[in-house]
């Protein structure tokens, strides 16, 4: 009876936190996406004009649909590259695990502004690429399209991210165990079949996780953009700062804001239906 | 047979190297450029300076919003590991009802764009009429540290040894004793990680901090108005400092409590 109600007092102080500082919140976020914004002021009212108000104008979902390929493409290069390093963290170097995990919790929590700012001086006209360029001589003029475009913008945050999906791809990978692997291998499996057949499908929940974290934070990111994006590079972070700034057209803010939350649960939920299936055909 | 197999550098180590590289090279220029003599980004660099050191540490702005940040991330690394390590104990402890619900729910405001956050807050401030101060920045920032201090204190938590425990209280220790004299030793080193953790990760923190932020500016948001206005190399040589403060923390954090655990 005593060790019952334990949990709840310990419970207690998350609760209370949680309800004032983010379910509150989130929900006041969502009555005023159902708000109006007049001349006047805000109207506290129950319409939809919010939500379909965003596809009044194309620029909305285009600049939506660039934040989600972005995102997108963020997010599968982080995995792509996070994995070798997570892969030789877990099974090649023992050694040099430790050194090599603080060159990348060093690079993680390096400052987050400090480090976008680092690619504007690497990419920009005056950067290190073309200083380096024109001091080797290969060119004459600065390469103007490395800064401001939206693949300057993939090159910066997956260097700000990949760190991110190091961590949990490493962690799955070292829940599983050797002896399986040895397993494998003595039945005859070669070195590919093995990471196929064992590896991989084992090291999936870490994959997806770094996914996840990766594709979300990098879509609605808004510093990286703002910086080294450009006009070609608009995202939608941008354009929610905008309503809650200059604009000040909160209600609409909130609704891009839930648009957005909504599309990319649905859209995880996509990847992680066809990270199964893949797994499904995989075994039979 | 096998070992040399593993021990063979390779393409894999070739990888590795790129991939690194990649990510320490940025902060390598910073720091280069953090000593260069004139305030242009010439290559090769043009001479040693610590001039723009100097500049930075008598810059007043600067140091007020290195005193703010300093005081948020203290407050906010006290509140979320005290939060945090209770909430722990009763995920780790305890079986009941909705327990899964609730760990996974601890995890949404991490797995969310930081901007919703901060338009969430802001929201929420304005329509109880809240006065926008370091304090709301301390509230802003407990939202994301606390699921990071659950996390780490899970992994810890979920590997104690309670028989530990059971032993003291039956030689007679209450259960204060049993915490103060047991359990704290123990869990010492995860909560001296997890408050090195959320003081950097507080530290750090821009764009929730952006929306909630009153008169006083923390150092992020300094940053951020240097790096609007353009390139200026006190940027490189705040940035410099900032980095090493970062990598103390991380360091301090990584030895006590492994976070590499964080998943």
């Known amino acids: ?284 | 047979m096998h070992r040399k197999k593993r021990n063979r550098f390779g393409v894999l180590d070739v990888i590795n190297i790129i991939i690194l590289l990649y990510l320490l090279f940025p902060l390598a220029v910073i720091i280069l450029y953090s000593f260069n003599l004139t305030s242009s980004l010439k290559f090769p660099l043009e001479g040693f300076t610590t001039r723009w050191y100097k500049e930075v540490v008598q810059d007043k702005s600067f140091l007020d919003s290195l005193r703010y940040s300093l005081y948020v991330a203290l407050a906010v690394s006290t509140i979320s590991v005290t939060i945090g390590t209770l909430a722990s104990f009763a995920l780790t402890r305890y079986n009941f009802k909705f327990k899964n619900i609730i760990s996974f729910s601890v995890l949404i405001p991490i797995t969310l764009p930081a901007i919703i956050l901060g338009i969430s807050l802001l929201s929420f401030f304005a329509a109880i009429d809240f006065k926008r101060s370091l304090l709301t920045v301390i509230f802003g920032h407990c939202i994301f540290c606390i699921p990071f201090a659950v996390l780490v204190m899970n992994s810890r938590l979920s590997g104690f040894d309670v028989s530990v425990e059971e032993a003291a209280k039956d030689l007679g220790a209450t259960t204060l004793q049993t915490f103060r004299y047991v359990t704290f030793p123990i869990i010492r080193p995860s909560i001296i990680g997890v408050m090195m953790l959320t003081f950097a990760l507080s530290f750090d923190e821009f764009l929730v901090t952006f929306f909630i932020i009153g008169k006083r500016n923390t150092l992020p948001i300094v940053i951020w108005g240097m790096l609007r206005r353009g390139v200026s190399p006190t940027i490189n040589s705040i940035a410099t400092m900032v980095l090493f403060l970062s990598i103390t923390l991380i360091i301090i954090a990584n030895k006590y409590a492994k976070i590499r655990t964080l998943r």
């Not at chain 1, 990348?104 to 006209?125: H, P, Q």
């Not at chain 1, 103007?144 to 999906?165: C, D, G, K, R, Y």
């Not at chain 1, 590896?199 to 910086?227: A, K, W």
Request: aromatic share 18%; net charge positive.
């Open chain 1, 1 to 284: 009876m005593k060790k019952e109600k334990k949990h709840i007092i310990l419970l207690t102080p998350l609760f209370t936190y949680f309800t004032f500082f983010f379910f509150a919140p989130m929900f006041v976020l969502f009555i005023y996406s159902f708000w109006l914004k007049t001349s006047t002021g805000l109207v506290p009212t129950f319409t939809l004009h919010n939500y379909l108000y965003i596809f009044s104008n194309k620029l909305y979902p285009i600049t939506i649909l660039r934040s989600i390929r972005i995102g997108f493409i963020t997010a599968i290069i982080c995995v792509i590259i996070s994995y070798p390093v997570a892969y030789s963290l877990t099974f090649k170097y023992k050694k040099l695990q430790d050194l090599v995990l603080y060159l990348i919790l060093i690079s993680l929590f390096s400052s987050y502004l400090v480090r976008v700012y680092a690619w504007k001086t690497i990419l920009g006209s005056n950067g290190i690429i073309n200083q380096i360029l024109k001091y080797i001589g290969v060119i004459e003029q600065p390469l103007t399209f490395l800064l401001f475009s939206p693949t300057a913008i993939i090159i910066t945050l997956v260097f700000i991210l990949t760190p991110f999906t190091i961590l949990p791809i490493f962690s799955s990978l070292q829940n599983i165990s050797v002896d399986l692997i040895e397993a494998a291998n003595d039945l005859g499996a070669n070195k590919f079949k093995t990471f196929y057949k064992i590896t991989l499908p084992l090291s999936m929940p870490g994959v997806i996780t770094g996914f996840i974290f990766s594709f979300t934070i990098s879509t609605g990111d808004y510093v990286t953009p703002q910086l080294v994006g450009g006009t070609e590079g608009l995202m939608i972070g941008r354009i929610i700062q905008d309503q809650f700034g200059m604009t000040y057209n909160w209600p609409f803010g909130s609704a891009l804001a839930y648009f957005m939350i909504f599309l990319l649960i649905f859209l995880i939920n996509c990847f992680i239906w066809i990270t199964s299936i893949l797994k499904l055909k995989r075994k039979f």
